[in-house]
Every structure is written in structure tokens, then in C-alpha cells.
T-cell receptor, first 113, second 108 residues
Framework: NAGVTQTPKFRVLKTGQSMTLLCAQD?????MYWYRQDPGMGLRLIHY???????AKGEVPDGYNVSRLKKQNFLLGLESAAPSQTSVYFC????????????FGPGTRLTVL | SQQGEEDPQALSIQEGENATMNCSYK?????LQWYRQNSGRGLVHLIL?????REKHSGRLRVTLDTSKKSSSLLITASRAADTASYFC????????FGTGTSLTVIP
């Protein structure tokens, strides 16, 4: 099992460009999350999904969109990248709220120039 | 605003010593978890303590929870150089709220 994978691992964008980050999981988990991690800020939740076809806003959703068309994939989109979106992005999954243990992907390091 | 806040922000100890990190949170919780992050990696779940538990052990880890003070502590006993990492507490409901982390350095 691959667990939680993220594509790409690194990306450099220019201001105004768009991109999509892909999170894929093979654990059949219901819940999926997108976080960003910035120095001294810990992890902040961007969006999350409690199941296929559902999405919800987290703590810092502005400038991002998400989709969960398939249970195993959770996509994070940046329509018009800004330098403030330079960060490391992590995807995480949870089987269900009863278990609550999050499984994290390796991260995507994004730089917006 | 973030739910959890860890203290201290950074901790440096000698190998073999114990390391204690604290976490404070703001609202009522179902459970509290501790995660570890090695440099450049994703977070790894260490231990979960439920709101009706006061103490939990897992190997060299001991976690306590005081819901009246809205605080938790993580104790790593007999630390090793390989324990060098950042440690985060997280509280959870439908969403998870992470603290800013404690950076632990264990000197061989």
C-alpha cells in the first residue's frame, strides 16, 4: 500500500498562474484534509472532505478550491497564485471520526514568485 | 485562530534525559493527539488520549490530559538522538486544530 501520496513534490509558480495539487490514498478512508504549513504557524486547515462528493471550508480557505469526485482523490486548486500562498502543503486522511488518527502525505513545497 | 499551543517552542536536551512538552487548548474536545514531524516530512501520529482519560502510555511516551485546565503534556523518557523532531498537539472534532509545535533537539 502506498498510503497517502501527493503530486507534485515541488513546484514553482509565477504570480497569477494556476495549478492543481493531487492527493491520492489507497486506504479507503472517508475523511481527507488539506493543510498548509508555514514557519512558526503550525498547520492550518484549508479545506476538508467528509466523503466522496463533499467538501467544506477550513480555517484558511480563501484563494483555494477543492474537489472530491472520487473517494481516493482530493484535489486542491489555486486559480491565481499569490506569493502569500508560498508554503508547504500537506494532505491527510482519516478513516473515520471514531479513530481520528490522521495519516499524512509527504508534502508539496510550493513557491510563488 | 488555532486551538492548540505548545510550550516550549524549542527544547534542547542531552541524550538519555527526559523531554516534556506542554499543550494548551481553548475549547472542549473529544480527544487530543500528539504528532511528530521530522524535518522535511509529513506528520506521524504518536498517541491519542480521549477526553475521559487522564493518562496514557505508549513505549517511551507518556501523555497526560487535564480537561479542567485545558492542557496536555507529552513526556518522552530516555531520549535518543533519533527523537529530534518537531512535536505537535492536535485537537479534533470534524476538523483538526494543530498547535505551532515544539522543536526538540536531542544532543548525542
Amino acid at each position: 500500500n502506498a498510503g497517502v501520496t501527493q503530486t507534485p513534490k515541488f513546484r514553482v509558480l509565477k504570480t497569477g498562474q494556476s495549478m492543481t495539487l493531487l492527493c491520492a490514498q489507497d486506504m479507503n478512508h472517508e475523511y481527507m484534509y488539506w493543510y498548509r504549513q508555514d514557519p512558526g504557524m503550525g498547520l492550518r486547515l484549508i479545506h476538508y472532505s467528509v466523503g466522496e462528493g463533499t467538501t467544506a471550508k477550513g480555517e484558511v480557505p480563501d484563494g483555494y478550491n477543492v474537489s472530491r469526485l472520487k473517494k481516493q482523490n482530493f484535489l486542491l486548486g489555486l486559480e491565481s497564485a499569490a506569493p502569500s500562498q508560498t508554503s508547504v502543503y500537506f494532505c491527510a486522511t482519516v478513516l473515520g471520526l471514531a479513530t481520528n488518527e490522521q495519516f499524512f502525505g509527504p508534502g508539496t513545497r510550493l513557491t510563488v514568485l | 485562530s488555532q486551538q492548540g499551543e505548545e510550550d516550549p517552542q524549542a527544547l534542547s536536551i542531552q541524550e538519555g534525559e527526559n523531554a516534556t512538552m506542554n499543550c494548551s487548548y481553548k475549547t472542549s474536545i473529544n480527544n487530543l493527539q500528539w504528532y511528530r514531524q521530522n524535518s522535511g516530512r509529513g506528520l506521524v501520529h504518536l498517541i491519542l488520549i480521549r477526553s475521559n482519560e487522564r493518562e496514557k502510555h505508549s513505549g517511551r511516551l507518556r501523555v497526560t490530559l487535564d480537561t479542567s485546565k485545558k492542557s496536555s503534556s507529552l513526556l518522552i523518557t530516555a531520549s535518543r538522538a533519533a527523537d529530534t523532531a518537531s512535536y505537535f498537539c492536535a485537537t479534533s472534532g470534524n476538523q483538526f486544530y494543530f498547535g505551532t509545535g515544539t522543536s526538540l533537539t536531542v544532543i548525542p
